[in-house]
């Protein structure tokens, strides 16, 4: 009897440790990411170009291979991948995965998902994702030149790349190069330089939309620039300025990028400003700010709604050659910011000398913004109208400002605020006024910043409101404490 019980024993004993054997095989193996959350900020750039997908192995026994994709948000198609085959057990421990991604041309700035699969020996896959924003910087990729060999009697290819091209230059548009190089030349004009194009042996040759050059000779300390075809639509840089004249010293490729030309649209979204690295951290919101400023000496903290010190601020680092700054902010939705210069005194501020605050959603990343006119104590801020009127051929009693002060005066809608609804025209325009004599209405106008008709800031002596593009009942309300206005069309 004993011995019956000791087998059976023995006999379950068996069967739950080959249970627990069975089970264990069947386990598929997880993945964890690390290093990185949803909605964080990557950046790529010429120096960088690929996204760093981190893992570490829970249960790494049986793995196969591990897929990583990376695909446009809403896409199926993925704009870049990479597979990591051949895993052994040391692999998984912390890894990563490097995943090169294309010029912006293909990857484009945006959301993005960052898509992993796994596969074990047995076939058996497992899929997580998350989700990134990607900044693309990269300008290499735009262009693919080849190495073409130069022509007899020329040692420099001349390299025009020009990222919206399609925005940029038409399809009957040549680029041309124009200064001391074209001495000599039958066809130049000017006394054989500085034609400012149209020289036909200078235009460049058009190899994608993208990408522009020409084979020519030059001698060191060679000057020129680049036009569409005359000095009224020169090249400008990333800012919408002209640039200095472009000098070769050396080499046999000269390579610039024409981010936009006079007369043509200013595009400015297309400029690889690298986000200093500081800014760029998981976890956190990168928030840039336009300080109206690019003095690299000034020290800027962003500081929450409610300090009285710099206690806990967040220091700025300056985008390099522009007047903004950038710093990471914790993923607090809602949370409220303001920037100052130096010392807590001198905080950014609107034109009638309010705070300028930033709200942080916790998703949109990176989140820019401007709309600081000034730093207290450095300016003197407008007044805030104890009245406001509005005036101009949208409104109902058109310019005639004794109608206006009539019948057209904003209601207070508490401290520093006014509203008013009414009847407005399409795509006319109006001011704003707080004098309440017609003769001198002008002298206090107000006036709008920016294009958008619906919302924007208010600029003391500023170009006329445009009415919004539909005729309609709209209420607008005026806030000077944000310095901005917001018309909202009613029923």
Same mark, same amino acid.
């Given at each position: 009897?004993?011995?019956?019980?000791?087998?059976?024993?023995?006999?379950?004993?068996?069967?739950? %440790?080959?249970?627990?054997?069975?089970?264990? =095989?069947?386990?598929?193996?997880?993945?964890?990411?690390? *290093?990185?959350?949803?909605?964080?900020?990557?950046?790529?750039?010429?120096?960088?170009?690929? #996204?760093?997908?981190?893992?570490s192995a829970s249960d790494n026994k049986g793995i196969d291979n591990i897929v990583v994709k990376v695909m446009k948000d809403g896409a199926t198609e993925a704009v870049a991948?990479?597979?990591?085959?051949?895993? #052994?057990?040391?692999?998984?421990?912390?890894?990563?995965?490097? %995943?090169?991604?294309?010029?912006?041309?293909?990857?484009?700035?945006?959301?993005?998902?960052?898509?992993?699969?796994?596969?074990?020996k047995k076939g058996n896959t497992t899929t997580k994702s998350y989700s990134i924003n990607l900044i693309n910087n990269q300008t290499i990729k735009f262009c693919e030149f080849g190495n073409p060999t130069l022509p007899p009697g020329k040692n420099v290819w001349i390299r025009v790349i020009v990222p919206r091209g399609e925005q940029l230059v038409g399809t009957t548009d040549k680029i041309y190069v124009t200064g001391t190089l074209e001495v000599g030349d039958p066809a130049s004009f000017q006394d054989g330089d500085w034609s400012g194009?149209? +020289? /036909? +042996?200078?235009?460049?040759?058009?190899?994608?939309?993208?990408? @522009?050059?020409?084979?020519v000779n030059l001698a060191?300390?060679?000057?020129?620039?680049? &036009?569409?075809?005359?000095?009224?639509?020169? #090249?400008? =840089?990333?800012?919408?300025?002209?640039?200095?004249?472009?000098?070769?010293?050396?080499?046999?490729?000269?390579? #610039?990028?024409?981010?936009?030309?006079?007369?043509k649209p200013v595009v400015q979204a297309v400029l690889p400003q690298d986000l200093p690295t500081s800014a760029i951290q998981s976890g956190k919101i990168t928030t840039i700010i336009d300080v109206n400023s690019n003095n690299d000496s000034e020290k800027y903290y962003l500081v929450k709604k409610g300090a009285t010190n710099l206690t806990g601020a967040i220091e700025m680092s300056r985008v390099v050659g522009t007047n903004r700054v950038a710093g990471a902010v914790p993923k607090e939705a809602n949370a409220e910011y303001f920037i100052v210069k130096g010392n807590i005194a001198k905080a950014g501020a609107n034109r009638y000398g309010f705070n300028k605050f930033f709200k942080i959603d916790g998703i949109t990343n990176p989140s820019s913004f401007g709309g600081i006119?000034?730093?207290?104590?450095?300016?003197?801020?407008?007044? %805030?109208?104890?009245?406001?009127?509005?005036?101009?051929?949208?409104? /109902?009693?058109g310019w005639n400002a004794g109608d206006a002060i009539a019948n057209q005066q904003f209601a207070s809608a508490g401290t520093n605020k006014y509203q008013i609804t009414l009847q407005l025209k399409a795509n006319d325009g109006y001011l704003l006024f707080s004098l309440a004599n017609p003769d001198i209405w002008w002298q206090?106008?107000?006036?709008?910043?920016? &294009?958008?008709?619906?919302? *924007?800031?208010?600029?003391?002596?500023?170009?006329?409101?445009?009415?919004?593009?539909?005729?309609?009942? @709209?209420?607008?309300?005026? =806030?000077?404490?944000?310095?901005?206005?917001k018309l909202t069309k009613q029923p």
């Open positions: 009897m004993k011995y019956s019980i000791k087998l059976a024993y023995f006999l379950w004993l068996l069967a739950l %440790v080959t249970l627990v054997s069975c089970n264990r =095989d069947s386990v598929e193996p997880t993945l964890d990411t690390f *290093g990185i959350e949803d909605n964080d900020l990557i950046q790529v750039t010429n120096a960088q170009p690929f #996204i760093p997908v981190r893992i991948s990479n597979t990591l085959r051949q895993i #052994i057990n040391s692999d998984l421990n912390n890894f990563t995965v490097n %995943v090169n991604v294309p010029g912006p041309d293909r990857a484009p700035n945006g959301k993005y998902n960052v898509e992993y699969t796994i596969e074990d194009g149209g +020289n /036909p +042996n200078f235009a460049l040759n058009k190899v994608s939309a993208t990408c @522009y050059q020409l084979a060191a300390g060679a000057e020129f620039k680049f &036009t569409l075809g005359g000095w009224d639509k020169e #090249i400008f =840089d990333a800012n919408g300025n002209p640039p200095s004249n472009y000098k070769y010293e050396s080499g046999s490729v000269f390579e #610039i990028t024409a981010y936009n030309f006079k007369t006119f000034g730093f207290k104590t450095e300016f003197t801020p407008a007044a %805030v109208p104890t009245q406001l009127y509005i005036i101009g051929g949208a409104t /109902p009693k206090t106008k107000i006036g709008m910043g920016g &294009t958008n008709p619906l919302a *924007g800031d208010l600029v003391p002596d500023g170009a006329d409101f445009k009415s919004p593009t539909e005729v309609g009942n @709209y209420k607008i309300e005026i =806030d000077f404490e944000t310095g901005t206005y």
